[in-house]
């Protein structure tokens, strides 16, 4: 019988050259398109093929999705398709009590189960008991399915994704043409692979349904979204098109410069068809040279940005600082992930804020905003780039591998309403000063080579103000560092006031970035209980929105969370002498919203 | 339109030169001055990008657009300006500790990829603004502050790696040979990719002389050749001295009345080029000056821009509204 359920979580796991994350993805897509709202959380390892069977190499995707508002990708899941023996006992402890969990039972040789450091299976003793499990011989009925098309072992073996999918699709009530419809697109010029995946997503759906094994299917009603046009989206997708449309709002080339590196790749791949768009893109020899022709590019007059993760702002922190003292627009993307140096490449992290706002030689002050969700990436590219161009200075988005790779329904917006982008471009030679001011913003001109009659030279060495020229003048370099950090503080013009989600009075959580979602969830709880709790949620870390000192001397308790050892509550003591708190998780993995909860509660009653 | 007339005061800044009495870098100035100034291009669309050392400061007195970079970097910038504007002339100074040590994973690169903008290596086989290293063209054994026993490294040889990295165009020049300087600069300037010109220049402050053993005018004549496309590779007085092939090396020989066993210099021949480039002057061998090797082939610029129009012509101007309304959409 079909069940109605407000909200479900399911997680796939396998290894990861199973194609979890595709199947992962595919299920987000059909989720999206019979309009429930929805999170998701890739979690893999960064190894492309980490050794089959092991626990180190399991990949996991996990969907939330609700006929509510949610914004977390959940904290236990309701639902575990897990491929072999790693996958299983890696990810059974996040599966609830009485949780569904589908197991491929051909994954449970006595070498799965060496590989997987178990002494006994775990479908023969009592790691399941307490689940409602069905062990389906996957590998076996998605050979049987693609018997017909003389495919070899391995080529078959292949499909075992799909047949998994199917199965889920009966237990959702999920409709199979999107992905039908996905499969034909993508194989249509390999007719038998085409046919041998639509074989095993149709076998696994069939099979659910014939062995009424499942006591029950679930059906999650329509989330209430408002009217309009919606969009799966995930961040670094979300970036890479909110910088083609700045690219749009300026009328100017976009340059991206860029090295490969996790998690931060996809932007460069988002971005390298968008040329008809106005978007160019230069992948480099390393992270200095892809951040150095950046600013190459916007002394030419394009807008130049660089994105990487971590380690690569840490090889271009001193062309940002060149970008600083030569005032010249640039976007810095990073894409954080877990550190120090390697770290955790694929597990996300929020420790790069101090980085960025401080990780440079001298005085080098650069405007830092960080995205709170996917979509939010959108608005945020645009940003940075108008405070770019617009204070002729580098400005951050720190954005990271949770909201990078994770995806939500974007509602799509409305173009004509977009901010406008003005560039100071100068061409009238006519009295022109390189470093000469405007008032109101104290910014430079942008006179770009090519133009006549402003031949002029820039360059790291100090500038006297004005003119431009090499300066040792002790005087003018202390003004020169003030104004470059006046220019930047100047920016809080553009920052809407703070929005106050709840009480006003108790506990204040005050988070940054990625770890939105979960803090709204962990305040929205606290609040049924009773308890005052308000949030707010910083997007602009440089310069901070002006009317947040006021907001913090409101509240008796400030609490910040942070995937960091705390970062953030740093900035806000040092800038309002706050008696801020910190809590902090750094263990590659996004907060969940009991543990946000918890720490709610404890501050409440401290 | 009719090209402008420019004299070499056009492209001085107001700026003082604050290199040492006696640099090199002063000839090697004066002459990109002159030579610039008679190319026939409107001021505004040279730009002259450096990295950092004495040779960097270069930009600040040449009056047009200039940007002194980072150390090592100004491949990268000069990377990104020529293929954001490739309608200007661009030329990057560097020098040796500059190009070959902090910076050469950048100028390999550069040739590799054959952006077309001039390339002029100061080499002066020392560091200078820091005051008195060994660099990576110094001599093995060079006693300086920072190798008080002699130096450990092997030195680069400039032009050998420019080869060996690709370049599309490799010339040296000398910073007292200001004809041939002049010369070499402008036929730098007709080339399409990257040109690479080497000078010697000497620092008379902390690795004077370093050249002298050919550059002396006593001894200029008997012991440089100056390449010449097409013609035989000969020198010394009254060119007795010329190359031959023997076996599969060059062989120094007394010419004597007939050159037409001489080798022939050809700058399209890259295994010539690649013999020529290892002449270093020892023993009975010339130093060469003048033009290594030069290949025609398509510029990283050129085919950057071409891949934006043929994306343009197939795809059309893009519609930001199509971008966004694209991928899994649906409608609430």
Redesign the interface.
Known sequence: MTQSAANVVIRFAGDSGDGMQLVGGQFTRTTALAGNDLATLPDFPAEIRAPAGTREGVSGFQIHFASHDIFTPGDETDALVAMNAAALVTNLPRLRAGGLVIVNSDGFSAGDLTKARLQTSPLEDDTLAGYRSVPTPITTLTRNAVEELGLSTKEADRCKNFFALGMVYWVYGRDLAPTEAWLTAKFSKKPVVLQANLNALRAGRNYAQTIELFQDTWEVPKADFAPGRYRNITGNTALAIGLAAAAQKTGQTLFYGSYPITPASDILHALAPFKHYGVTTFQAEDEIAAVCAAIGASYGGNIGVTGTSGPGVALKGEAIGLAVMAELPLVVICVQRGGPSTGLPTKTEQADLLQALYGRNGEAPVAVIAPSSPSDCFRTAIEAVKFAVEAMVPCFILSDGYIGNGAEPWPLPDLDALPDITPAFRTDPEGFLPYERDPETLSRPWAIPGTPGMEHRIGGLEKEDGTGNVSYDPKNHQHMCEVRAAKVQKLQRFIPPTAIHGDDEGVLVVGWGGTWGAIRSGVDACRKEGLKVAQIHLRNLNPLPADLGDILKRYDRVLVPELNLGQLVKVLRDAYLVDARSFCKIQGQPFLTREIADAIRQEAAR | MTAPVYKKKDFM?D?LVRWCPGCGDYSILSQVQTVLASLGR????F?V?SG?GCSSRF??Y?????????HG?A???????????P??SVWMVTGDGDALSIGG??LI?LFRRNVDLNVMLFNNRIYGLTKGQYSPTSEIGKKTKSSPMGSLEEPFNPLALALGAGASYVARSVDVFTQHLRDQLAAADTHRGTSFLEIYQNCNIFNDGAFTGFTDRGVRDERVLYLEPGQPLVWGTEQRKGLVLDGLKLKVVDVGDDVSHVLVHDPSNRTLATMLVALDGSGDTPVPVGLFYKEERATYDGA?QA??AE??Q?????E??K??????????
């Open positions: 800044s700026q409107p001021r505004e669309e730009a990008i950092i930009p600040y040449m009056n047009t657009y200039g940007f002194h970079t980072l970097r491949p990268a910038f000069a990377t990104g300006l020529k293929v954001t504007r309608e200007l994973n950048h690169h950057f891949q934006v994306a343009r197939k795809l059309g101007n893009g930001l509204a971008l966004i309304d694209a991928g899994d959409t649906w409608t609430v």
